[in-house]
Structures are given as structure tokens and as C-alpha cells.
């Protein structure tokens, strides 16, 4: 019996299908999950989260969130979800320049942890667009 994986962002939902399997980019690693998993809830990083099922493998790009899992179900919240066909890879390379830019100035000038989150989510899409 698959486990049925919902993606959801401030502008709705992104994803809704039965998987087999799903990996998950959490703060503590990478983690997956299968039906009839432990309940529990994870915190997200940016990240590729991956779901297979049904002959077919499916990647998304999240950015920070959380994902809470119970036997029958996960449901992931995260504040943005790209499929990698969305994901524009001038734009994400400009978006890392930038914050590895930011990260370079003096602490007392910059929001490093902001900087920070910035060019993980720029990672993450670049390397959502290149899988």
C-alpha cells in the first residue's frame, strides 16, 4: 500500500499522488519514508525531495518547511516547490552569485543566515535542474 504525499505551498498545493517511496531533505539529513511509516514531524532545508510510485520517479525542489508523516500519509509544507522544468537556470545561477556575494561582505553588513538560506536555495534549484 503506497503512501499518499501531498506538496503545499503558501499559493496552494503542488503535488498530491501515491508513492511508494519519498526522501526528504531534512535539517537533521536526508530521510525517507514508506507506508505504514512511524509518525513524526521533520523539519525541511532546501532540497530535491523524491517520490516513486507507480512506475514513475518524480523530483521536486523545496525550500524551507516541514513534512509530517503518519502511517497513511505525508504531507510536506514548504514555503516554494519547483518541478525542475520550472526552475529558470540563469536565474538561479544570478541568485547564487549574489548571496555567495553577501556571504563574502562582513557579518555586521549582512543577514548571514539569510545569505545563507538563500544560497541554499539557489543550490538546490540548480541542482533540481540539472537531475
Known amino acids: 500500500?503506497?503512501?499518499q504525499l501531498s506538496v503545499?505551498?503558501?499559493e496552494g498545493p503542488v503535488l498530491d499522488r501515491a508513492a511508494d517511496s519519498v526522501t526528504a531533505p531534512g535539517?537533521?539529513?536526508?530521510?525517507g519514508v514508506l507506508a505504514g511509516h512511524e509518525a513524526f514531524l521533520a523539519p525541511l532545508v532546501p532540497g530535491l525531495l523524491h517520490c516513486r510510485g507507480a512506475g514513475e520517479d518524480e523530483s521536486i525542489c523545496v525550500s524551507v518547511?516541514?513534512?509530517?508523516?503518519?502511517?497513511?500519509?505525508?504531507?510536506?509544507l514548504v514555503n516554494a516547490a519547483e518541478r525542475?522544468?520550472?526552475?529558470?537556470?540563469?536565474?538561479?545561477?544570478?541568485?547564487?552569485?549574489r548571496a555567495n556575494e553577501r556571504m563574502q561582505r562582513s557579518a555586521g553588513e549582512v543577514d548571514l543566515e539569510?545569505?545563507?538560506?538563500?544560497?541554499?536555495?539557489?543550490e538546490a534549484?540548480?541542482?533540481a535542474a540539472s537531475a
Open 84 to 97: 525542475p522544468h520550472e526552475i529558470d537556470r540563469e536565474r538561479a545561477e544570478a541568485s547564487r552569485d
Open 27 to 31: 535539517q537533521e539529513g536526508e530521510f
Open 125 to 127: 534549484r540548480l541542482r
Open 8 to 10: 503545499v505551498t503558501p
Open 114 to 122: 539569510r545569505a545563507a538560506a538563500s544560497l541554499a536555495r539557489a
Open 65 to 76: 518547511g516541514f513534512a509530517e508523516v503518519t502511517p497513511e500519509r505525508m504531507t510536506v
Open 1 to 3: 500500500m503506497p503512501v
